[in-house]
């Protein structure tokens, strides 16, 4: 009788913590998903940056040739015309 009571209290108790475990187990798995979406997303915003970043770089390297065109027909445009001669005055 007492063998009865003290397996029936065990496979009681056993029960109780594998159904803990489950629990666990579950509350891991979801846990887990909404990591990965996080991740997923972040990954993402990670790529928009990146691609952010290679329109600016891009913008700016031709922000920078169109400074250099200009400077080089402003020197073009300025050697067309003679030293101007700027009088001087004696006092």
Do not use: H
């Not at 159904?19 to 997303?41: F, G, K």
Request: aromatic share 6%.
């Amino acid at each position: 009788m007492l063998r009865a009571i003290f397996s029936g209290g065990f496979i009681c108790m056993f029960n109780s913590q594998f159904s803990q475990l489950e629990q666990s187990i579950q509350r891991l798995l979801q846990d887990n998903q909404q990591l990965q979406q996080a991740l997923l997303q972040k990954e993402a915003e990670l790529q928009a940056q990146r691609d952010e970043l290679e329109l600016l770089q891009l913008g700016m390297m031709e922000s920078e040739e169109q400074a250099q065109q200009a400077a080089g027909r402003l020197d073009a445009l300025l050697a067309l015309f003679p030293q101007a001669a700027v009088p001087t005055t004696q006092a």
